[in-house]
């Protein structure tokens, strides 16, 4: 019986969760043009060397959100894959106080970033700014909860909390593969996937779901057989760009 129980849940949860980080970014990652900050940055600026040679990515995090360092690495290494830097590419850790929330709606995210965004664009110096927030998105329901979202041009947000409640547990993925995943698929839409702002060298745009591509096993695929995701993610294999993705990529400055 509670074998019984625990299944029933687990297939509930898993359903959840591939929903979640699947459809989760379709409404909003629209890339808009301009961050709270007011910058304005192209896909092209992260993807080549010609205006930026070195990115800085800062980490802010809610006292006790911190992403898993192992994530952390995970997540650079796919973009020193993928982006031209020769300067390298640095991770700055910062930190928020807790607010009073548990429940942030775009307009509070874009507001914490204004007031608390502390790298900017220096130089040769790009920036990225990525919050791991301590409670969930307001557009969230019951079957529908958003991991992550890419919000502005240099900028998004991680619900690490939702995620710490999704992830971890007996039966389901680990928080590392599911921060590094939703990361790096938030970063993606930032590099202009899919046909966000890099040109498609192909047709994979899945045309009725967004700004994502055709190919079920490619990190930008809205959704999936779920036991495929299931699979991968329970292996703590975070998904791959796929071919037609990396070449639009490569088209617009990257590698
Ligand atoms: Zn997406
Ligand atoms: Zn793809």
């Known amino acids: 019986m509670k074998t019984k129980i625990f299944n029933t849940g687990f297939y509930l949860l898993f359903f959840l969760f591939c929903s979640i980080l ?13 961050s709270p ?53 640095e991770v700055i850790y910062t930190t928020i106080e807790p607010s009073d929330k548990t ?29 791991f927030l301590d409670g969930n998105y307001s557009q969230n329901s019951e079957q529908l909860k958003t991991l992550g979202l890419a ?18 547990g007996l039966g389901q993925p680990s928080i590392t593969s599911v921060e590094a995943t939703v990361t790096e698929h938030e970063l993606c839409h930032i590099l202009g996937l899919v046909n966000n702002g890099t040109a498609l060298t ?22 999936t057989e779920t036991s495929d995701i299931l699979n991968n993610l329970l292996g703590n294999n975070i998904p791959l760009l796929d071919q037609n993705c990396i070449n639009d990529l490569k088209a617009n400055g990257g590698k």
């Open 22 to 34: 699947f459809f989760s970014c379709k409404k909003d990652n629209s890339a808009a043009p301009e």
């Open 37 to 89: 900050t007011g910058m304005l940055i192209t896909p092209n600026n992260f993807l080549s060397s010609e205006k930026y040679s070195k990115l800085q990515i800062e980490i802010q995090f809610v006292y006790g959100y911190k992403p898993t360092p192992t994530a952390i690495e995970n997540i650079k290494s796919f973009l020193q894959q993928r982006i031209n830097k020769p300067g390298g590419i």
């Open 103 to 131: 429940i942030y709606t775009l307009d509070d995210i874009k507001a914490i970033e204004k007031a608390n965004r502390t790298i900017k664009n220096n130089g040769s110096t790009l920036s990225a700014y990525i919050l």
């Open 151 to 168: 919000y502005g041009s240099s900028s998004m947000v991680i619900f690490e909390k939702t995620i710490r409640d999704l992830s971890g």
């Open 202 to 223: 192909s047709q994979h745009q899945d045309g009725g779901h967004g700004k994502h591509c055709i190919n079920s096993s490619c990190l930008m695929y809205y959704a």
